[in-house]
């Protein structure tokens, strides 16, 4: 005997994945805020970037709650590049691998558009998203390079070096087939 539907476990969220809008700038900011790992943007950075790069940028949401983020975009000196500046979501949103599927949703799209390209930069020790990348050059089937993009003692405080995560040359998964 099947339970009432009422009485079901509850099937999980899905999120919209869509582009942000400058209505989005609140929330965008204070999930950055409330991060430990992230580097502090003022609102108006988020405004500016919702009106200017919300076409290769992307935020998740359920209901007419965003719950993550991730800001991205084509580098003016090589239109093949895709890069992506910015990562975020809600503590306990209930979506499993919700930042995994944000740059999948990213990448998917950046290579629809023409990149061949993908990337990152990362601390040394932030294991998440380095496996986010390895997981998307795996699934591309394409080298990554590394290297120091920016020292830390290029910064004014204390700050990690950043290391340029390349992925690519890629090409489109259904060429990959």
């Given amino acids: 005997m099947t339970a009432p539907a009422s009485l079901s476990t509850p099937s999980r969220a899905r999120p919209e994945y869509r582009t942000p809008r400058v209505e989005d700038t609140q929330a965008m900011w204070q999930m950055v805020h409330e991060s430990d790992e992230l580097d502090d943007n003022s609102p108006y950075y988020y405004a500016l970037w919702c009106r200017d790069f919300a076409e290769t940028s992307l935020v998740a949401s359920l209901g007419d709650e965003v719950v993550g983020f991730l800001t991205g975009y084509f580098r003016p000196d090589q239109p093949d ?66 290297e120091v993009l920016f020292p830390g003692s290029l910064f004014p405080e204390e700050h990690h070096d950043e290391v340029l995560y390349r992925i690519g040359p890629i090409e489109p998964v259904s060429e990959l087939t």
């Fill in 81 to 146: 590049t895709y890069l992506v500046w910015q990562e975020a979501v809600k503590p306990r949103h209930g979506i499993p691998m919700l930042g995994v599927q944000l740059f999948e949703q990213a990448a998917e799209r950046a290579v629809s558009k023409g990149a061949r390209y993908i990337e990152a930069t990362v601390s040394a020790d932030n294991k998440a998203i380095i496996m986010v990348l390895k997981k998307c050059a795996k699934r591309y089937r394409a080298p990554v390079h590394t």
